[in-house]
């Protein structure tokens, strides 16, 4: 069974658990709205857990799913949660002013003065700040570090709904299964948190001591930085991974970019290739050699773990090069590169897979030049006379957006199985 199916099978398996406690061991509510209330609380509290779950960064996880599909499943589910947030209290709160024939605010006033729902009130202002910063228009308009420190608003929504979950409400803690239940779940969900955030970063880097042994720029706008570090045939790299580097005192300490591996780790060192696109790619430039590195990872399964056939056709456009050219050290067999860049000057590493191609069994065609409306470079017609036996082929594409979409589509319509095509789209889904 894939890891996916898994992953979805052992959540639907909670689903199913959380409901039959709810129907067995949940003391009766006082009325059938609280009741509906309690019963979206408690799903509110299996989406947080799962949340928690998929940005704890586990290895095992991560490798075979690939952290780009983990924050988009992270992206839905917070949509999820954050609606199911929204009406729990409205139901419940409905629910008390019909059972005391009240009014709704007489209630929210009521429940405010208690410890347990004002910490639930304000974890769902939280929920709603973060949403809200989420969605796609605010998302546009606000830098990645801006966004990202109001989502780390969430970890104290955690905390808050931990602390109302434990004091107030009586369908998590009536019961002693129900309560041994839950207390499982969070428990797996924070340790997962803290051991794939904090333990494992902290502890590589400290055991590998990452720093800059070489600065070489590629062309204008790209530089290649080699890294050097202790034990690093210890390291679990692998060409096509990616780490989230922090290159203190250049680009700021709280500056932590993704960039691929853009060659296969060799145990002695490890190598990204940035284009220069904002502050922090551009910094890469000027940082000395000698400089020390943290770096969190490997991350990604756009690796030939996921490979199911013995030819590859490797697709790079622009700096999404860098995996692709990773990977046509590592995968073994017959492989087809094609690299899309604007000019000749622009296709940054090219002479090293040239040379890399003639040591082995592998092709590489450069794809130069404009964009014609009636023969893209990546339409089904030009892919099947570049590489007419690509349905028997893995495919593993890597490029800007529009570029990519335009491949997934064409390998579509010459139907190459879904199983057979990897993409790494330089994004996560935040
Ligand atoms: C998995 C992955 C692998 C990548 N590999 C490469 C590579 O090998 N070479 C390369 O040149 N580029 C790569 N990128 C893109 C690179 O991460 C961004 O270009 C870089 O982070 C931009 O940072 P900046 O501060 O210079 O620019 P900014 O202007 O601050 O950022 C430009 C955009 O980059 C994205 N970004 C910025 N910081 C982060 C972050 N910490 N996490 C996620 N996204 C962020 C955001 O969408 C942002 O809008 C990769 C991205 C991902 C997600």
Redesign the pocket.
């Known amino acids: 069974m894939r890891t996916a199916q898994l992953f979805w099978g052992v959540v639907a398996l909670n689903v199913a658990v959380v409901w039959a406690l709810f129907f067995t061991v949940a003391p009766e509510p006082r009325h059938p709205l609280i009741g509906v209330g309690q019963f979206l609380g408690l799903h509110a509290a299996l989406l947080m857990i799962l949340q928690l779950t998929l940005i704890a960064r586990l290895p095992w996880l991560d490798r075979r799913v690939g952290?780009?599909r983990l924050t988009s499943w992270h992206r839905w589910v917070g949509f999820t949660l954050f609606w199911v947030v929204l009406l729990h209290p409205a139901f419940v709160v409905l629910g008390y002013a019909v059972f005391y024939r009240s009014t709704v605010w007489r209630q929210l006033t009521n429940l405010a003065g208690m410890a347990g729902s004002l910490a639930g009130m304000v974890a769902l202002a939280l929920v709603i700040v973060a949403a809200g910063v989420s969605v796609r228009w605010a998302r546009r308009r606000l830098?990645?570090?801006t966004w990202?420190a109001l989502h780390l608003l969430l970890y104290a929504a955690v905390t808050l709904v931990l602390i109302h979950q434990l004091f107030e409400v009586s369908a998590f803690t009536g019961a002693p299964v129900a309560a041994a239940y839950w207390w499982v779940l969070w428990i797996f969900a924070i340790t997962a948190l803290i051991a794939g955030r904090i333990v494992l970063p902290v502890w590589r880097n400290a055991r590998h001591r990452l720093y800059v042994a070489a600065v070489v720029p590629e062309s204008p706008d790209?530089v290649s930085v080699h890294i050097r570090g202790r034990d690093l045939d210890r390291l679990p790299a692998r060409a096509g991974q990616?780490f989230?580097w922090r290159f203190p005192g250049y680009?700021g300490w709280w500056?932590?970019?993704?960039?691929?591996l853009?060659a296969a780790p060799d145990g002695r060192s490890l190598r990204?290739?940035?284009?220069?696109?904002?502050?922090?790619?551009?910094a890469l430039r000027h940082v000395p050699v000698g400089s020390r590195v943290f770096a969190e990872g490997p991350?990604?399964a756009f690796t030939a773990m996921h490979r199911t056939r013995d030819r590859t056709l490797l697709i790079a456009g622009g700096?999404g090069v860098?995996?692709i050219r990773a990977l046509l050290e590592d995968l073994p067999g017959d492989v087809v590169v094609l690299y899309r860049a604007r000019t000749d000057a622009d296709a940054v590493l090219l002479e090293e897979m040239r040379a890399l191609a003639r040591t082995r069994d592998a092709r590489v065609h450069l794809l130069a030049g404009r964009t014609s409306a009636g023969d893209p470079p990546f339409g089904p017609d030009n892919l099947r006379r570049l590489v007419p036996d690509l349905t028997d082929r893995d495919v593993y594409v890597c490029g800007p957006p529009a570029m990519t979409d335009a491949v997934l589509r064409s390998l579509r319509d010459l139907g190459v199985p879904r199983r057979q095509v990897h993409a790494?789209?330089?994004?996560?889904a935040?």
Not at 272 to 282: C, F, H, P, Q
Not at 424 to 428: A, I
């Open positions: 952290m780009d830098s990645y570090e990202h790209v990616f989230i680009a500056r932590a970019n993704p960039f691929s853009s990204l290739t940035a284009k220069a696109v904002g502050d922090a790619s551009a991350y990604g700096v860098t995996p790494e789209r330089f994004r996560l935040a």
